[in-house]
């Protein structure tokens, strides 16, 4: 049987949460000094904290609900109980396995939280009509860490947007193919702005008026998730 050879080719990712994290990269400087490079898609954990605690106020529970087979959703998690400390306000993990566990989880979470908090997450996303099936009839908001999880269960997010860090993760690779950068010292970028986002059904469902009281400003201003996706059917807003 041959022998496997190193990979030495450029490798750029897109929607990465956490390099270091993926890679297993201890002592993180920016760059992953290999032949790794690329785009992430964490949102400012600081901003969408800062967010839950304007739109909810009087929360004094928070439930962080993620899936913990997903290194890059615990890696989240544990910056947005940072940020919770900060501001005193006590907080709960809730982890699910795999999907067979979601319902169990989110019912105890919906029971013993004021405000539910889901970050960019996988198995999270792709469930979110179980979570919104049982936090709605509770009555127990949820804050989603990216537009899609918003779409579905979330009541607001601050999101950045995939097609842009797509774009910029091809033009890294220009970079690299025709101008001859060093993909080892090139640093991972992130999105270059963010939207905030509500969702407009289920905010109506649960009687919270956020464009009325929302300080927070930005380029685009809130929309409707929802609208957004069918508007734009997934290509960057002009």
């Not at 919770?84 to 013993?112: F, P, R």
């Not at 193919?177 to 970028?189: K, R, S, V, W």
Request: aromatic share 8%.
């Amino acid at each position: 049987r041959r022998r496997r050879q190193p990979v030495t080719f450029p490798i750029l990712g897109t929607s990465v949460t956490d390099y270091a994290t993926a890679l297993g990269i201890e002592d993180w400087t920016g760059a992953t000094g290999v032949n790794i490079s690329g785009t992430c898609d964490l949102a400012p954990i600081s901003e969408q904290e800062d967010m839950l605690t304007e739109l909810f106020p009087d929360a004094k529970t928070v439930g962080i609900l993620y899936c913990s087979a997903e290194s890059n959703s615990k890696y989240q998690a544990e910056l947005f109980e940072k940020e919770l400390e900060a501001d005193g306000i006590e907080y709960k993990e809730y982890t699910a396995a795999d999907s067979n566990e979601i319902q169990s989880v989110t019912q105890s979470a919906a029971e013993e939280c004021d405000v539910i908090y889901v970050p960019t997450d996988n198995t999270m996303a792709a469930n979110t009509q179980i979570i919104n099936n049982i936090c709605l009839p509770a009555k127990v908001p949820v804050i989603a860490g990216e537009q899609g999880i918003c779409s579905g269960c979330g009541v607001a997010t601050l999101s950045i947007s995939y097609y842009d860090i797509g774009y910029r993760a091809g033009e890294m690779a220009y970079e690299i193919l025709a101008e001859g950068a060093d993909i080892t010292a090139m640093e991972i970028e992130s999105a270059p702005e963010v939207t905030k986002m509500y969702n407009a059904q289920i905010c109506e469902e649960l009687a919270l008026p956020f464009r009325m009281t929302m300080s927070h400003r930005d380029r685009i201003g809130w929309r409707s998730s929802q609208k957004w996706q069918n508007k734009n059917d997934g290509r960057k807003e002009r």
